[in-house]
């Protein structure tokens, strides 16, 4: 299977535990998302690499949130302290980049995050 | 900032009707617009893009959307819905530069037998 690949798929934690979360992209994208979905919203963007840069964060990802992307292949995204309100599917998606102009974006299935 | 909008949150249809659910963005720039299905227990997939050109796109499974700049939207259509397209549909839009996605809140599509 060459698509984006995410693990573990389901993650139920105690509020103030940390959690990580990983992302494997398809292979020759240099470009890594990741979104988090709520139930009955649309996926929302957090934060996106090019290859091992980190070049944009959303208001939304709290000091709380770091995600790496260390040799530009896998990403990781931790959670600290986490709390209710973080429980969503957590998606990851990648793509391509360069004078080509836009690429769309391949989705992973998500981690499903439970905390309670 | 971009915002996406899709009105219908819930369709039922029967097999062979007509399928048309409406997307519309607020962005007054240039905006490449997506389509993307995610089916009972998948993960999200690409039914169609615009980034330029012709603005009637076709995508996969007989699906189409065409781009109205004047009115801000990128509705969805399918001539004739099957029961396997039973699923949730999401809009999404870009504005360049990263290429981050604004999604709508999805709309949860039925098709009965």
């Known amino acids: 299977d060459t698509g984006v690949s995410q693990n573990p798929r389901h993650k139920i934690t105690k509020r103030g535990q940390n959690v990580t979360f990983r992302c494997d992209p398809i292979s020759e994208h240099n470009r890594l998302y990741w979104y988090r979905q709520t139930l009955g919203q649309g996926p929302e963007f957090l934060t996106y690499?090019?290859?091992?840069?980190?070049?944009?964060k959303s208001r939304l990802l709290s000091d709380r949130f770091s995600a790496e992307r260390p040799k530009g292949s896998f990403s990781t995204l931790e959670i600290q302290r986490t709390e209710q309100g973080d429980s969503a599917m957590y998606l990851c998606?990648?793509?391509?980049?360069?004078?080509?102009?836009?690429?769309?974006?391949?989705f992973g299935p998500g981690t499903r995050l439970t905390v309670t | 900032a971009q915002s996406v909008s899709q009105h219908n949150h819930h369709v039922i249809l029967s097999e062979a009707a007509s399928l048309e659910l409406g997307c519309n963005y607020s962005y007054g720039g240039t905006v490449n617009l997506f389509w993307y299905v995610q089916y009972p227990g998948q993960h999200l997939q690409l039914l169609l893009k615009y980034f330029s050109g012709d603005p009637l796109v076709k995508g996969i499974k007989g699906f189409e959307a065409e781009f109205i700049k004047s009115k801000f939207s990128f509705n969805l259509r399918k001539p004739s819905v099957q029961w396997s397209d039973t699923a949730e549909y999401f809009c999404?839009?870009?504005?360049?530069?990263?290429?981050?996605?604004?999604f709508g809140t999805g709309t949860q599509l039925k098709v009965e037998l």
């Open positions: 998606a990648s793509s391509l980049s360069g004078a080509g102009g836009i690429h769309e974006q391949y």
């Open positions: 690499f090019q290859n091992e840069a980190q070049l944009e």
């Open positions: 999404a839009v870009n504005t360049g530069g990263g290429n981050k996605l604004t």
